[in-house]
Structures are given as structure tokens and as C-alpha cells.
């Protein structure tokens, strides 16, 4: 199983990202494979 951690804060490795890398290391424990991405990075659209 894989699950994806997604940090939304602007500070990309801030406190936000810590306590996703501790679930992360947690969940990979427990044979789960997991990804993080930071979305301030990205440019969303919103269209009408």
C-alpha cells in the first residue's frame, strides 16, 4: 500500500514537513510505502 503526504505550508521544511517525515518513517515501519510533496510549488488553475 502507498500513501501520500502532502505539505501545504509555504515554508517547505518547516514544522509541517517534520511531523510528515516522523508519519512517513512511521508508516514505512509498517510496510507501507509513503511520498511526501510540498503543493506551494505548484501552480494551480481554477477555470470558470
Known amino acids: 500500500m502507498k500513501a501520500l503526504l502532502i505539505n501545504g505550508s509555504p515554508n517547505t521544511r518547516g514544522c509541517t514537513f517534520t ?3 516522523i508519519v512517513a518513517k512511521e508508516l514505512e515501519k509498517n510496510g507501507m510505502e ?3 510533496r ?3 510549488n505548484f501552480h494551480l488553475r481554477i477555470i470558470d
Do not use: P
Request: charged share 10%; glycine share 0%; hydrophobic share 65%.
Open 19 to 21: 511531523a510528515l517525515s
Open 38 to 40: 510540498a503543493i506551494c
Open 34 to 36: 509513503a511520498e511526501m
